[in-house]
């Protein structure tokens, strides 16, 4: 027996437990050498035995700060576009016989040399430097793109009347995440909030309090727009995206956004897991086995429906063939669930009363 035998026979043992945040992993595991492969942030398509770039992954333009495509930031200014074929990487030939990645591997974050043409051929060939990306990064710059795509239908189909928001997870990156996104678009009539695929974290309720801001005052500005209070807040109508693949944190969040009465659920049921896991001491080879110590139970004095989950008010089934092409039905059902809503609400803001006679 291995120690990866003995993995799996204790997560089978844990399973029986039928527990939320129950895991095993690690110890004394042979692996294998590994090269990571470096990556040059594009979608490739096969030409005439030549790999051709299809299309050049990227998020929104201000996200370039963050992660782009080396192919964005050639350092000796050579235009490369989608259609064009790279021929070479550090000298190997790429062609249809072995895998783009062949020429890549071991070169995560490297400086490398492309041979580059607009037609599959060494005439006019020209080359350019490039540092490639690891693997988490083009699998962020891919995510970034998805978030970019869907702000930008929500903003087509809704006329401009409805931002659109995705919080990955409830931690520390997703917490800077809703800040930077909801700072751009609380001025909207109404709020998407997506938290399909939110691998969880901490605990959202400052996520709540942000989304959850109600009206203090309005300030009449003499020589511009009228401010409202809190400055940063959205008062408007508002949904939130779920699935099958939020949970934890992902759990907490929609059912805190129901709680507070911010809008409905769309989409499918979460996870399911609120039965939580702090400091778990590690095995003696350096394994691990999590044992849960808290579980969460509702102000009204019953559990949260652990191994069960958050279920949406408007059911919606993530259909994965539809998702690979590029269509995404809960997404449009949300669209159109908050412009109902707009139409029917009352004015977000107040308006303005006459000013008083203070002379009398």
Known sequence: MTRRDLNFLIG?????????????????????????IGYLGVNWEVSGGFYRIKSIMKGAEWDFAEVCSPLLRTKNKVKIEPGYYVLEINGVKLTTDKSPWY????????????????????EGAQKAVVKTL?????????HLGWIESNRKYVEEMSDGQVGYIYVRSTGVDAQNE????????????GLIIDERFNSGGQIPDRFIELLNR????YWAVRDGKDWQWPPVAHFGPKAMLINGWSGSGGDCFPDYFKKAGLGPLIGM??????IGMSGVPSLIDGGSVTAPSFRMYNPDGTWFREGYGVPPDIRVVDDPTLLA?????????????V?????????IHPKRPDYEDRSK
């Open 12 to 36: 089978e043992m844990i399973a029986e437990l039928n527990a939320s945040h129950t895991y095993r992993g690690g110890g004394d595991v042979e692996t294998a050498p590994s090269k990571a």
């Open 103 to 122: 020429a890549l591997q071991g070169l995560a974050g490297k400086t490398v040399e492309l041979t580059v043409n607009d037609k599959p051929g060494y």
């Open 134 to 142: 690891d693997q988490g990064e083009v699998i962020r710059l891919r």
């Open 178 to 189: 809703l800040v930077r996104q909801f700072n751009a678009q609380f001025h909207k009539k």
């Open 214 to 217: 109600k009206p203090l005052a």
């Open 269 to 274: 049921r979460t996870w399911g897991g609120l």
């Open 325 to 337: 092409k590029g269509t995404d039905p809960q997404l449009k059902r949300a669209v159109e669930e």
């Open 339 to 347: 412009i109902k809503i707009i139409q029917k609400a009352e004015p």
